[in-house]
């Protein structure tokens, strides 16, 4: 079974930056893509990113290109999300969560089987 552990998450003041890991462990394939998603106080889960394993092609959510980018290493089988420029309305605990195949939308949170326990951003001054 694939554990997933996310890591990197902090206070920062607005307009800073700050880059978070997933990292992927435990026997199993690691799957077709990883997604970020967030969820703030209150509000629905949202996704914010994604990336295929094989050949690195990523997808965004809306609002959330440029100021994030999503990256893997293969090797280490851990996804990272750097997230620049940031503003308050991105506090959220920052989730990782694995889609093992084609089935289902790539940005629909239903189709990501394993997730991790999250990391918490909080973005003030």
């Known amino acids: 079974q694939v554990q997933l552990v996310e890591s990197g998450g902090g206070l920062v003041q607005p307009g800073g930056s700050l880059r978070l890991f997933c990292a992927a462990s435990?026997?199993?394939?690691?799957?077709?893509?990883m997604g970020w998603f967030r969820q703030a106080p209150s509000k629905e889960r949202e996704f914010v990113a994604g990336?295929?394993?094989?050949?690195?092609?990523?997808w965004y959510g809306d609002s959330m290109k440029p100021r994030f980018t999503v990256t893997r290493d293969i090797a280490a089988r851990t996804t990272y999300l750097q997230m620049n420029d940031l503003k308050p309305e991105d506090s959220a605990v920052y989730y990782c969560?694995?889609?093992?195949?084609?089935?289902?939308?790539?940005?629909?949170?239903?189709?990501?089987?394993?997730w991790g326990q999250g990391t918490q951003v909080t973005v003030s001054s």
């Open positions: 435990g026997s199993g394939s690691s799957g077709y893509a």
């Open positions: 969560a694995q889609k093992r195949g084609f089935d289902g939308s790539d940005y629909d949170q239903k189709a990501y089987t394993i």
């Open positions: 990336i295929r394993w094989r050949d690195g092609t990523t």
